[in-house]
């Protein structure tokens, strides 16, 4: 059955420095998504991206991530400068778009902020 | 705007029996799914069943099955035979076509050999 693919799996970064998360949807899927979870914590909805831009965000969103679909089959998050506060598990996810299909979600990369 | 509440931080239960898990939703909507996720200790996200709001007849997927009450907003996840392979944490979540996934505060079940 396809995948969801995430690396890498851990990142350890200083806070401050920019981080890239890095995803490769299922192939034939359009809908694409970051989600967060602190430890402890639920899942959190971060962003949706469609059709190469952003079909909603929360207000975790803020200036500092971005998503980028480079080159059709790779879909990143990157935080700018990062904060300890985004220590967490991030999961993307895709889907087909239609309502019969749910999300299937990759393994994560779990990102520690020193 | 939608929410979801699990009530239950923990849950245990002993091997070979029957749990059920409770999840409440809100949402102004009609047309919706909902969903059980579950969440083993490597952190996985793992779709377990899942529930079209239009749809009268409740879901079941082999030892999983829901008792979806669209009236009351409940959407229970019962588990029978439980196994020590489905100790886990469990998330009800909620969804809309392609929109995103709003997620409950989870229930930890563990399974007593």
């Known amino acids: 059955e396809p995948e969801v693919t995430q690396t890498p799996s851990h990142q350890v970064t200083q806070m401050g420095q920019e981080v890239i998360l890095r995803c490769v949807p299922i192939?034939?899927?359009?809908?694409f998504y970051w989600y967060r979870q602190i430890l402890g914590q639920k899942v959190e909805f971060l962003v949706s991206?469609?059709?190469?831009?952003?079909?909603?965000k929360s207000e975790i969103f803020d200036d500092q991530f971005s998503v980028e679909r480079p080159d059709g089959s790779n879909f990143t998050l990157k935080i700018r400068s990062t904060k300890l506060e985004d220590s967490a598990m991030y999961f993307c996810?895709?889907?087909?778009?239609?309502?019969?299909?749910?999300?299937?979600f990759g393994d994560g990369t779990r990102l520690s902020i020193l | 705007a939608q929410t979801v509440t699990q009530s239950q931080p923990e849950m245990s239960v002993q091997e070979a029996e029957t749990v059920t898990l409770s999840c409440t939703y809100d949402?102004?909507?009609?047309?919706?799914?909902l969903f059980w996720y579950k969440q083993p200790p490597s952190r996985q996200m793992i779709l377990v069943i899942r529930?079209?709001?239009?749809?009268?007849q409740n879901a079941t997927e082999n030892r999983f099955s829901v008792n979806f009450q669209k009236a009351a907003k409940s959407f229970s996840l019962k588990i029978s035979d439980s196994q020590l392979g489905d100790a886990a944490m469990y998330f009800c979540?909620?969804?809309?076509?392609?929109?995103?996934?709003?997620f409950g505060q989870g229930t930890r079940l563990t399974i007593n050999p």
């Open positions: 979540a909620y969804g809309r076509g392609a929109q995103k996934l709003v």
């Open positions: 529930q079209e709001a239009y749809k009268q």
């Open positions: 949402t102004s909507e009609s047309d919706y799914y």
């Open positions: 991206f469609y059709n190469n831009e952003i079909s909603e």
């Open positions: 192939s034939n899927h359009l809908y």
């Open positions: 996810a895709s889907s087909e778009g239609t309502v019969s299909i749910p999300q299937h």
